[in-house]
């Protein structure tokens, strides 16, 4: 499964990247995309930017390990992640998942899981820029009951 894993301080094109994952490709039946796009909010509070920050080499190496998991569980033809960090502003693109597969339900699974272990468990660290100064972003709860429905062992979850 051929799988693109960067991690970047430069923007990216969400439209250029899946089409470049299925680009002169017949066996592609569904691509999904996800983009993460940092809001002017937080918590209600306005924001001027977050700042991302990351495990370098540490982090590329957890995110390639659970793509493979995620071709482990479904039939995945391909995978794109991409992850921006430094200072990133309102409006601007954070993180970008594309899945390809045969069929929808196997591409949004997989979708979902990934997107799930990034926020929850992949070594980057988000700190919010406001008015009342700079403060570190804590896990949430609800994110963690999204991530821990994937525990169950690997096996083929989605039909062929």
């Not at 799930?116 to 963690?144: C, H, I, M, N």
Request: glycine fraction near 8%.
């Amino acid at each position: 499964m051929p799988a693109t894993i960067r991690l970047q301080r430069e923007n990216f094109d969400p439209g250029a990247e899946a089409a470049a994952l299925s680009r002169g490709r017949t066996d592609v039946g569904a691509v999904v995309t996800f983009t993460g796009i940092c809001r002017g909010a937080e918590d209600g509070a306005p924001i001027a930017a977050l700042t991302l920050e990351h495990y370098p080499g540490m982090a590329e190496a957890e995110i390639v390990r659970h793509v493979e998991e995620a071709g482990k569980r479904w039939p995945l033809l391909g995978v794109t992640v991409i992850h921006r960090y430094g200072r990133i502003e309102p409006g601007e693109n954070i993180v970008l998942v594309v899945t390809a597969s045969s069929h929808r339900d196997a591409a949004f699974a997989a979708a979902e899981f990934l997107m799930d272990y990034l926020k929850t468990r992949a070594p980057f660290w988000k700190q919010v820029e406001s008015a009342s100064g700079r403060t570190w972003v804590e896990a949430k709860a609800a994110d963690d009951v999204a991530a821990d429905r994937w525990a169950k062992p690997p096996g083929r979850e989605a039909a062929e």
